[in-house]
């Protein structure tokens, strides 16, 4: 009884989040471009991969993440900037095999509702996913922090995963996600291996340039999108709008 009377209580939390999270991605998309001009330009994301204008490149390499592997013991700070839930990542993390060195910021998810289940960004021929991962990190090499290279052509690289269904380790971060609604400011996370969000083959990808995909819509975005998508506990379902 205990035991449902909790998870009760974690749908009607995250419905809320998904709520203050959807009412931000549909008041106005369409009409972003009015006050943020790149919203309306070229190189904007998500984008739709179709395999007809997909093209093999022998000069990518595989993706290899450096440190992804947190101390429990280690603090992670979960934070609402007003458009989305945030978690920070500490700048030990990075990504090799980039044009340059890529110094890990953030991650957040977006996911669906009831009403539209499906809530990636990307779609692949066609399909979309449940939910979708970014692990979004600043070009190190060139600037001191993510906000110095947020409106930089060569600022930014995100790691999107395509998300089938919920992992028992995000299901850990939306727990601490349910607390942090009611804590208005921010909230302290203990350090996992965020390798384990990540599919198991790092070489197969699709790349392209692009951008933020909420305003500004900056078009400062190296985008890898996995090609394999993380297939998770059929336990969970993704809370819908209330």
């Given at each position: 009884?205990e035991?449902?009377f909790?998870?009760?209580?974690l749908?009607?939390?995250?419905?809320?989040i998904?709520?203050?999270t959807n009412?931000f991605?549909?008041?106005?998309?369409d009409?972003?471009?009015n006050?943020y001009?790149?919203?309306?330009?070229?190189?904007?994301?998500p984008i739709?991969i179709t395999s007809?204008?997909?093209r093999?490149s022998?000069?990518l390499?595989?993706i290899e993440?450096?440190?992804y592997?947190?101390s429990?013991?280690?603090?992670?700070?979960?934070?609402n900037d007003?458009?989305?839930?945030?978690l920070s990542?500490?700048?030990?993390?990075?990504?090799?095999?980039l044009?340059n060195q890529?110094?890990a910021?953030?991650?957040?998810f977006?996911?669906?509702s009831?009403?539209?289940p499906?809530g990636?960004?990307?779609l692949?021929?066609?399909?979309k996913?449940?939910?979708?991962l970014?692990?979004v990190?600043?070009?190190?090499?060139?600037?001191?922090?993510i906000?110095t290279a947020?409106d930089k052509?060569?600022?930014l690289?995100?790691?999107?995963v395509?998300?089938?269904?919920?992992?028992?380790?995000?299901?850990?971060?939306?727990?601490h996600?349910c607390?942090?609604v009611f804590?208005?400011?921010?909230?302290?996370?203990?350090?996992f291996?965020v390798?384990e969000l990540?599919?198991?083959?790092?070489?197969?990808?699709?790349r392209?340039?692009g951008?933020l995909?909420t305003?500004p819509?900056?078009?400062?975005v190296l985008?890898?999108?996995?090609?394999?998508?993380?297939t998770i506990?059929?336990?969970f379902?993704f809370?819908?709008v209330?």
């Amino acid at each position: 009884i205990e035991f449902f009377f909790f998870f009760l209580n974690l749908s009607f939390i995250l419905k809320v989040i998904v709520t203050v999270t959807n009412l931000f991605c549909s008041t106005g998309q369409d009409y972003w471009s009015n006050k943020y001009p790149y919203c309306g330009g070229s190189f904007q994301s998500p984008i739709h991969i179709t395999s007809d204008l997909l093209r093999f490149s022998p000069t990518l390499r595989p993706i290899e993440v450096r440190n992804y592997k947190l101390s429990s013991t280690e603090q992670l700070t979960l934070r609402n900037d007003g458009h989305s839930l945030k978690l920070s990542l500490p700048p030990t993390m990075y990504v090799a095999g980039l044009p340059n060195q890529f110094t890990a910021a953030q991650l957040h998810f977006h996911w669906g509702s009831s009403n539209w289940p499906t809530g990636s960004e990307h779609l692949v021929d066609s399909k979309k996913f449940a939910a979708e991962l970014h692990i979004v990190h600043y070009n190190s090499d060139k600037y001191p922090d993510i906000n110095t290279a947020i409106d930089k052509s060569d600022g930014l690289a995100v790691l999107g995963v395509l998300i089938k269904r919920l992992s028992s380790k995000v299901n850990q971060i939306l727990l601490h996600i349910c607390y942090f609604v009611f804590s208005d400011f921010e909230v302290r996370v203990p350090g996992f291996n965020v390798r384990e969000l990540l599919p198991a083959r790092l070489d197969e990808y699709y790349r392209y340039d692009g951008s933020l995909t909420t305003p500004p819509c900056f078009p400062s975005v190296l985008w890898t999108v996995f090609r394999n998508h993380v297939t998770i506990s059929r336990h969970f379902q993704f809370p819908s709008v209330l």
